[in-house]
């Protein structure tokens, strides 16, 4: 009866904590009578330059660019649009869409220079412009190419487009600009003071590496294409481009330098790397300077979004709606990106550069390494289960000096398959992408970080506990990741477990796969919490603690601005319940797993609504679901989602990893031996507790499988930390008590 009411007081607490959610979440709602700022007295100019990143811009090479920095805002920016590689085109429609868009055409061939638009009296028309609108029109993002030019128009203003490219972007609806200068030279004071919005596209690095399209009617189909991805057709690189691309940044500089001359008084100028040179991505460099509206000023500092939350980091996708507010026309419906705004930075700006480069520099090591990491990661745990399942069957009955080595070595082991993933992230603390080899540095440090959190579980007291080093090992896993969301969410960033911002799935918050770790690690440290404090007969204490540290996490889970995982809260709820009914003694019902369900949604929803109200330019992931959904864009969202989450059981590394996990998991350590007993069910014995946190783990994983779109990372991860601790556990019941077929009576009546 006192647990009952014990958890009825937690219900209500729960209540509590929801109210408080609602209450306190930030939800002013946009004034409807508020006046519309006045337009900028000069024109919005954006100046294009595929490929320009931090690293190449200096006071030797580029000194109008340098100069110009130094009065503006600046930062990193993100230029994924719909495929990993953004070619020319794709930056630009993406710009002109304020979404992420594509080129058919270049989707299966190698990338291409925008096609020169046909002139029309002083304007210009893109050729073929309704098929890039109805090819984005049908894709999962449903991006709305022409919606930039389209929403000057409507206002009344008119465009420059200077370049093929800047027609791409600055085309209204129909494909056509007001005024088209086919180069930078001819471009004058007049042209642009006559201009609302002015694009400029800077194409010289891509001419390194790029020609014009042959025959721009052709679209090839992909049974046309000889190449199955882009990068099996670029050329080999050149030894001369390196010269030849410094003469081009120099070249495109003096361009800069005459557009700077020629622009009219009170201009608010933009550049951006719009998209890559030729190659794979990077993060671009960005910066804009002048006046905005409503009396704002970019002069100095560092350029940050809604989108990223991070100072100094930005996205493609944000340029056009900064490209807006600068005009002080509004966001139409259908762009997800957010205007920038500013930041403070380092006074002196080599420093605010360097970082700039350094994290782009992480970025790209971590971009490059991703694929051979998870594919090390999967190695391990293969290993760790074939030597585990090999030792536990060859060594287990040897005589008791034996058995105690090796299955001491396999508990030291499992434990460092376990602190891997929390390892990748703690390696961040240590600034790796300073080194000389920063491929060679990361793995190091993750290394050197794993050691030390196995260090920690097997030096003190509680290493001679069953439970005492997973305790330990997951306990440092919910610690490490809490409060790294609690503080920005710095470790995730460039983190081989975490996000990068060249993929740009994620920039702020809990990613799906920290999710997969963080869930995991919690729900096996509270067991292991609750296994010490059942063996004092403190079970109302257990079951508070759990309590406690579960709505701690789901907090941290949920709050817009923090974990800000939407998919998160409802995957962990029924796998916390489980492991809170099972620590508390009660059966685990369908009727109380869907209560708290529904108590879930209900909570989620009402934080979603109260977010939505806020002003869009605010909103987080919860708030911008809640708009496409009265909009109706809602079903694209899911759609895209859904199939993600189907399409990534062809990972077949992580399938894999799964699959061998729960083999290990349910065929060897839960198959009895001469012990007339598994090592699992042994272990239960000995641990109730350990039974909760594993079953809760494992309905986490699912359930984080079916809500989430990296669906089969979320359990392969889970599995990843959950079966090398239960693994932890069993060699220690080995190790101690041998072939005996029962758990010592003094040892079950402490239990």
Known sequence: MALRALLSRAAAGCAAVAS????????????????????????????????????????????????????????????????????????????????????????????????????????????????????????????????LGQTVHDAGGTTLAVGPGAALAAADEDGRVDRYISDVEALRTQDMAEAWLAVIDLNGLSDIYLDPPENPEADPSPEDSDADTPDEEEPEPDPNQDRDRLDVLARIDDQIGEVRENLP?????????????????????????????????????????????????????????????????????GMVGRAWLQAERPPDMDEAVGSLADFNTAAKVVESLMAGFFSLLVSLQLLIYAAAAYALHRYGDRDRTTRTLVLSVTRVVALGGAAFPVSSYLANLIPWWSASVPELALPACVLLADVLVVGLAMAGPWRRGILGPMTVVAGITTAVLFIDMCTGAHLQMNSPTGYTPIVGGRFYGLGNIAFATFATGMLMAVAGIAHGLLARSRRAWAVAVT???????????????????????????????????????????????LSVGLTAV????????????????????????????????????VSRK????????????????????????????????????????????????LRAGL?????????????????????????????????????????????????????????
């Open 20 to 147: 408080a959610l609602i209450l306190g979440a930030p939800h002013a709602a946009a004034s409807a009578g508020a006046p519309a700022p006045e337009r900028p007295e000069g024109p919005v100019v954006l100046i294009g330059v595929p490929g320009l990143m931090w690293e190449e811009i200096n006071a030797d090479t580029t000194p109008h660019l340098w100069k110009l920095a130094r009065g503006s805002a600046i930062g990193d920016m993100s230029i994924r649009t719909v495929t990993s590689r953004t070619c020319p085109v794709d930056g630009w429609l993406s710009v002109s869409a304020g979404q992420r868009a594509f080129s058919e055409r270049q989707r299966y061939s190698i990338c291409e220079l925008p096609t020169p638009p046909e002139l029309d009296g002083e304007g210009a028309v893109v050729p073929d412009y309704s098929a890039h609108i109805a090819d984005n029109a049908a894709s999962p993002y449903a991006a709305r190419v022409g919606l």
């Open 695 to 751: 079953t809760g783990s494992l309905v986490t994983a699912l359930a984080g499988f079916g809500l989430n779109d990296s669906g089969i990372a979320i359990p392969a991860l889970a599995l990843t930390v959950a079966v090398p601790l239960t693994l932890s556990a069993c060699t220690w019941v080995l190790q101690q008590e041998g072939p005996r077929t029962t758990v010592p009576e003094h040892f079950r009546e402490r239990v």
């Open 265 to 333: 008084e009170g201009s608010a100028v933009m550049v951006a790397g719009v998209s890559v040179e030729a190659g794979a991505s990077n993060l671009n460099a960005a910066l804009l300077h002048g006046p905005g509206p409503g009396g704002t000023e970019y002069n100095g500092g560092y350029l940050v979004s809604e989108s990223t939350r991070r100072g100094g980091l930005v996205t493609l996708t944000d340029t056009t709606a900064t490209l807006l507010h600068a005009m002080a026309l509004p966001t139409p419906s």
């Open 642 to 689: 859904l199939s993600a989450m189907l399409g990534s059981l062809g990972n077949w590394q992580l399938t894999l990893l799964s699959a061998c996990a729960l083999l290990f998991l349910f065929a060897v350590l839960n198959k009895p031996t001469n012990w007339r007993m598994s090592a699992l069910q042994r272990a239960y014995e000995y641990a109730p507790t």
């Open 547 to 593: 309590l406690a540290v579960g709505i701690a996490t789901l907090f941290v889970i949920g709050w817009p601005g923090l974990g800000t995982d939407f998919g998160g809260v409802l995957a962990l709820m029924p796998g916390l319940t489980v492991t809170v009914l099972m620590i508390a003694g009660l059966r685990v019902t369908a009727g109380r797993l």
């Open 602 to 637: 209900v909570i989620i929803g009402l934080l979603t609504y109260l977010d939505y109200l806020r002003p869009a330019s605010e909103r987080s992931h919860f708030g911008q679901f809640a708009g496409q959904l009265f909009s109706g864009e809602a079903g694209t969202v």
